[in-house]
């Protein structure tokens, strides 16, 4: 079943060009026209507002998707579904809040839908899981048509829940988005994404920069924009299958207290974009100078980041919005390599079940 990989994280890792282009072939025309057969532009009559609700991943796909609706005008937020479910935002009939969940289980998640639910809001499930019960109370369902994933950590879902939210954030823009707001970036990168994967994973090296990751008290993931999310996502993935502390932040919130935890022996990933990149430079210079290990991973052509980096790894060069789902393929790997090299339970991590159905 694992069809030669040794872990099943591998092989999802592996599937995720498959999986992309199932996600965004039915729905990209070859005029890069976006459709959303399940939907119809009506649903969305009179809506003002998007507000995500989400777990872990899903949460960092949310993060990311909410990013490119409000730079398209859309007013868009995040909300962990742990938090909205007892503690719901302001939410009225102009809100629309998107639930993104992979296994569509997830307890938190589905108790917020059902504070949504009481209210005069509407509610659409991002998920991959066909006949889940978050279908069953959504007024709306999308599918990210990924395949089963059968790794506790997620992997290939994350890339195709932050394909479908672009595909989403483009197909919404015209109606709820800014008028001077333009798609063609995106949808031409997104139409590149499941081949620009298959670049990254033709690559080595990640088990090379996993080496150096190994013997550390801690590594923290720095990022901005859609780096940031990237970031988070990072930690997240090495946390969970290697067991080490890892720690992600917003790359601009280091000097506001986490670079008093930066020594000789900490390690620093940094996620770069193409966008904003000379503000992260700085970022990587700050940690460089108090003696961190700094590994870079972003745009192949990239010069001042090359520089401040003790290692570099590149990723084809797509528009900044979708470059990190590139460099979260790189940080899937290097988790993986890491978790690997430290012989740990990698398909089901201990104390995590694979959808938490429990609040
Ligand atoms: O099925 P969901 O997407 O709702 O699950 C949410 C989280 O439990 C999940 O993403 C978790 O964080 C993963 N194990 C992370 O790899």
Redesign the pocket.
Known sequence: EKQGYDHYMLKEIHEQPDALASAIKPRLTSENAVVFEELDQSFFANIDRIEFV?????YHAALYGCQLLNARGIPAHVHRAGEFSSYPAAIDERTLVVA???????AD?IESIHRVNETDARSLAVTNVVGSSIERIADKTVYIHAGPEIG???TK?FSSQVATLSLLAAYLTPTLGSKTASNSALLSSIAELPTAVDTVLSTADSEYVAQTLVNRPNRFFIGRGVGYPVALEGA??FK?ITYEHAEGFAAGQLKHGPLALITPESAVLVVFTGDHDEKTVSNAHEVRSRGATVIGIGPDQADGPRRVCDEYIGVPSLTPELSGVLTNVQLQLIAYHCASALGRSIDRPRN?A???TVE
């Open positions: 989400a777990c872990g991943t899903s993104i969940t992979q296994s569509g289980e997830t998640t506790v950590a997620a879902t997240l993935k969970e995590l694979k959808s938490v």
